[in-house]
């Protein structure tokens, strides 16, 4: 038996090993982007803390920035109010350690009291950083209506 074969074998479960970590850290960062959505509805500011980069930016549609300080005070105080997101569609790209979310949802939320429905694109961007993914960046857009 030459070289040649067992090495054929061996590239072609190195490479089905690396679709499977592919797979297993796709639905990981697919789950934890919807959590996200129940954490910001249900103020868990625990778990919110856990899932945000120190230096995450978040543009919501209208071009408002927050920061991490700004999102879990609002969402804390109540100045911004989530109250139901109905995920439309949504997918994953992954580049090593990082992984990008597209998604269009309806948003339910509240702004200082006033309630707003919004039809939002967006991207968010996660990095596996010390063992665990963590959002760093989100961006969202009113999607064109054809």
Not at 45 to 50: D, I, N
Not at 79 to 85: D, F, I, K, N
Not at 114 to 129: A, G, K, N
Request: contains cysteine.
């Amino acid at each position: 038996m030459s070289w040649k074969k067992p090495m054929w074998v061996l590239l072609l479960l190195v490479g089905f090993a690396g679709q499977l970590f592919a797979i297993d850290d796709s639905l990981q960062v697919i789950t934890l982007h919807q959590e996200k959505f129940e954490w910001m509805i249900e103020k868990d500011m625990e778990a919110l803390e856990k899932v945000l980069a120190e230096d995450v930016v978040y543009i919501h549609s209208n071009g408002w920035v927050e920061y991490k300080p700004d999102i879990l005070e609002n969402i804390q105080s109540g100045r911004l109010e989530y109250r139901q997101v109905d995920i439309r569609e949504q997918s994953v790209r992954l580049y090593g350690s990082v992984a990008i979310v597209k998604g269009l949802a309806e948003f339910y939320v509240a702004l200082e009291g006033s309630p707003l429905r919004l039809d939002l694109l967006y991207t968010e961007t996660y990095h596996f950083s010390e063992g665990k993914w963590v959002l760093v960046h989100r961006h969202a857009c009113r999607p064109v209506v054809e």
